[in-house]
């Protein structure tokens, strides 16, 4: 049997087995990267840089693994345009 269950939601034994690969890290960050670097996801880096270097701009995300988010992989992006 294989179960679906938010990583948020409580272990139970009734869970099995929990898997969540953090190798697929990598994979992940690689294809945010090219989604962000699209002309449309550029022009938002670019107001979002713009913004950032005149006033404190907070990236919010829901993940709860504070290492890995798409926050982190976005303020990567915006280190590399200059802020």
Same mark, same amino acid.
């Given at each position: 049997?294989?179960?679906? #269950? !938010?990583? $948020?939601?409580?272990?139970? /034994?009734?869970?099995? %087995? =929990?898997? &969540? ?7 992940? #960050? !690689?294809? $945010?990267?090219?989604?962000? /670097?699209?002309?449309? %996801? =550029?022009? &938002? ?8 270097? !005149? ?29």
């Amino acid at each position: 049997m294989i179960k679906l #269950k !938010r990583v $948020y939601e409580r272990p139970s /034994r009734a869970d099995g %087995r =929990r898997v &969540l690969d953090p190798a697929r890290w990598s994979e992940f #960050k !690689r294809r $945010y990267r090219a989604e962000l /670097r699209t002309s449309e %996801r =550029r022009e &938002l880096l670019e107001t979002l840089a713009d913004q950032a270097r !005149r006033d404190t701009v907070t990236l919010v995300y829901a993940a709860r693994d504070e290492e890995r988010n798409s926050a982190r992989v976005v303020r990567e992006e915006l280190a590399k345009m200059g802020r």
